[in-house]
């Protein structure tokens, strides 16, 4: 199977997802611009399109959650927001970076300096202190030691686990490592934060905390990008991205969404 030109244009309820206008006023105030992305897989002698021609805009300081159901893209989407894929056709900028004219240390750079990542396992170091877990990203960004645990020490506060910095993992509770794992994403001080099922493994309790926290950190200025199934967890967003058969099927800006 080949890929097909998309027969519609993709929909565009609001600034944010209309785009550049002619004199580029649009792009300004733009985090992630995608045009025309396609991401196809062989399979055999076919050719599996994921993503069919996707175009989307985010402003700074939006939040967005990007649903739909299981093999719909929406996971093809976020592997290619977060740079850890590139796509077949099309382009994809970053924080005005061209993703594509990037090469792989490039790319880990970004990651490591431009996204914070929420994983829906926490992967958090089992041996390691929460506090040399949120460490991590800095070592790998060459800070030194004291500014590491200066830093490592001011995220944990941010998603209110000072009293919890010396605990590992195995003392915390579902709740506790995954506010670990955020504070770990805000480290390094990143312009995106990029969540992946953020609540899959908690219950409906917890899960609503981690939310309250994702929209107190949206409150204080992070842009954050929400990948989920679950529309009871997209509905704490301003805006829902609906992916289906690899397009954008809808895209709605939610009045009153994430205030409390």
Known sequence: MQPATNPEPQPATSAAASGATANGEGRRGELIRAEGL?????M??????????????IRHNEYVAIMGPSGSGKSTLMNLIGC????TRGQYTLNGHAVAKLDEDELARIRNREIGFVFQTFNLLPRASALRNVELPLIYASVTPQQRRERAQEALRQVDLQDRMDHRPNQLSGGQRQRVSIARALVTKPALLLADEPTGNLDTATSVEIMALFERLHRQGHTIVLVTHERDIAAHAQRIVTIRDGRIEHDEVRAGAGAS
């Open 38 to 42: 396609w991401r196809s897989y062989p």
């Open 44 to 57: 055999g002698s076919t050719v599996v399109d994921a993503l069919r021609g996707v175009d989307l805009v």
């Open 84 to 87: 850890l894929d590139t796509p």
